[in-house]
């Protein structure tokens, strides 16, 4: 991986719009190449052809197992550390069955690091340069492996990456100044920064990552036999300035393999309003049916296609420690197996536009709480049994008149302003209650949904937990985070009046926002925008 510095954000663009007029990528000209003019396009290219890669080798493991344990294989896995940040989000607690939910990150990297890559997404400009994590996908698998969740996220979302430290050199990555693309954070040290920066926005406990680059996309795709698509009408992606894949399909159901399948996947002009959103679409459906390919297709009984699409597959791969293995990938595979496809959901991040990125919306924040609290995002859940109580922390809270606590109003929203002098009536509350030492702290004004309260490290866990207990704070609202320095109390903007506490009750269906797909869905169409249909 490459480690060098990261650059900035208009020296991206700039050297992206001259590889974009130097070089050219894969297409279905006559000279077999594509002319791609705006440098934005080029680096939206990077497609769920990953996710698709990492999906192909575990649920193809199961089919031929016996050709997944050489010892090459294992040899062909690259690994790098999963978290580089300084927050540890805490691990869920496990359910009434003991059971716990799995977090993958998937990670799509633009790296131009071999001849190959460079041939399918890149240009010479760009051979070596510092990777971006232009495809960002959360496969979350249910405690009690009955359902799938997979939340992507576009690659111009504006958010603040943590500060990071590579365990390879040391080299500290400070947090940015402000927000930026979040798919810079590949080059603040390697994958475990953009897992940080995932944790930090959605407070999700992720458990492995899983990052692919360009080789292996066109050949898998062959491997096994070709992933149905459709068009409701005829599309070539070409405008008359050279931009598109290349892609030309009639309109109905075609299945798609080698190139042909990667410009399906890099596909923005022609889909829906030409947005990476609408590529991010059809991304979902290629996949959807590829895992439907994956589990049906008899062809991946084949020894050799299997032994082809686990060579490629794994040499496309870098992996976290705990999944360095094929046997661990193997084993992965046969969690990811027990979910029926009627039971996976595709969504995508709930977004607005800031100019030409996009931010989170409150929508965003809905979805991120059904994951981490572990809520099927197609609504099907069985009546769950309660959660177990969570173990004693292991250090007792302090008396209440030692133990300190930083209250901040959080009540701002997006339409009502700061409600004026929640911190000091709530931190009022307190030191009447016995908690003498408590303080407003007007000098941060945070934005929170619900009323948290913060804890740094676990020796005030009990402190946080007794603070929550006196006023009526559900104990899921206890959140561990290196944030902030001590006992930290946040008013929210469910609490915006009064000084008792009454949880909102909980909306725990699925945002429209979020566009979800059910992976079962094979009726999914992709609508071609006019200007890019043919007779």
């Known amino acids: 991986m490459t480690r060098s510095g990261v650059q900035g954000e208009d020296t991206q663009e700039e050297a992206a719009a001259a590889s974009e007029r130097a070089e050219a990528v894969r297409g279905d000209g006559d000279n077999g190449v594509e002319e791609a003019k705006d ?46 940040g300084d927050n540890k989000v805490a691990a869920p607690t496990p359910n009434a069955a003991g059971q716990t939910p799995l977090n993958i990150l998937v990670i799509g990297s633009d790296a131009r690091d071999s001849e190959e890559n460079q041939q399918l997404g890149g240009a010479r400009e760009t051979f070596g340069s510092t990777p971006l994590a232009d495809v960002q996908m959360l496969v979350h698998l249910s405690a009690d492996r009955s359902n799938m969740s997979v939340v992507s996220m576009p690659r111009d979302t504006l958010l603040e990456i943590p500060r990071c430290t590579d365990p390879d050199d040391g080299t500290v990555y400070p947090a940015s100044e402000g927000r930026v693309m979040t798919n810079q954070s590949l080059g603040h040290g390697g994958p475990g920064c953009t897992v940080a920066t995932w944790q930090e926005l959605t407070g999700i406990h992720i458990d492995h990552f899983v990052m692919v680059d ?8 062959d491997a096994v036999g070709g992933v149905p698509v ?18 030309k399909l009639a309109k109905g159901t075609h299945p798609v393999k080698g190139e042909q399948a990667l410009q399906w996947l890099r596909t923005r002009y022609g889909f829906e309003d030409g947005s990476d959103l609408a590529r991010a679409k059809a991304q979902h459906m290629y996949l959807n049916s590829m895992v439907r390919v994956l589990r049906e297709n008899a062809t991946l009984s084949s020894p050799n296609r299997l032994r082809r699409l686990a060579e490629e597959a794994t040499e496309a791969l870098t992996v976290d420690p705990g999944l360095d293995s094929v046997k ?85 929203t997006d339409e009502l302003g700061t409600a004026p002098g929640r911190a000091n009536a709530i931190a009022g509350l307190l030191v009447e209650r016995g908690f003498t030492k408590a303080v407003a702290d007007p000098s941060v004004l945070p934005s929170e949904d619900r009323t948290v309260i913060r804890y740094p490290s676990a020796d005030l866990e009990g ?18 985070s290196t944030a902030v320095s001590g006992v930290t109390l946040v008013v929210g903007a469910d609490w915006r009046e009064g000084t008792a506490y009454r949880a909102p009750g909980s909306d725990d269906s699925t945002p429209e926002s979020a566009e979800a797909l059910n992976g079962a869905d094979e009726s999914a169409c992709m609508h071609v925008n006019p200007a890019f249909t043919w007779s």
Not at 214 to 221: D, E, H, N
Not at 230 to 247: K, T
Not at 329 to 355: A, C, F, H, Q, W
Not at 463 to 480: E, I, N, Q, T
Request: hydrophobic content about 35%; some cysteine.
């Open 463 to 480: 402190d946080a937990r007794r603070v929550a207990k006196s006023l009526g704070v559900p104990a899921s609202s206890v959140k561990r």
């Open 39 to 84: 440098p934005r396009p080029r680096r939206r290219r990077r497609a769920l052809r990953w996710t698709a890669v990492l999906i192909a080798v575990v649920l193809a493991g199961s089919a031929g197992a016996g050709y997944l344990y050489y010892e090459h294989l294992n040899d062909n896995i690259k690994q790098d550390a999963l978290n580089l």
């Open 214 to 221: 360009f080789a292996g996309v066109v050949s898998m795709a």
């Open 328 to 412: 661990k990938l193997y084993d992965l595979s046969n969690e990811l197996r027990t979910v029926k496809p009627e039971r996976i959901t595709m969504t995508t991040m709930p977004n607005r536009y800031v100019g030409a990125r996009v931010e989170p919306t409150e929508d965003a924040e809905q979805l991120f709480r059904l994951v981490r609290e572990d809520i099927a995002l197609d609504g099907k859940d069985a009546e769950k049994k309660p959660d177990a109580e969570p173990e004693p922390p292991a250090d007792p809270a302090a008396p209440d008149d030692e133990l300190a606590v930083q209250v901040r109003n959080g009540t701002r």
């Open 230 to 247: 459709c068009v409701d009408a005829n599309i070539h992606s070409r405008d008359g300035q050279g931009h598109g894949s290349g892609l």
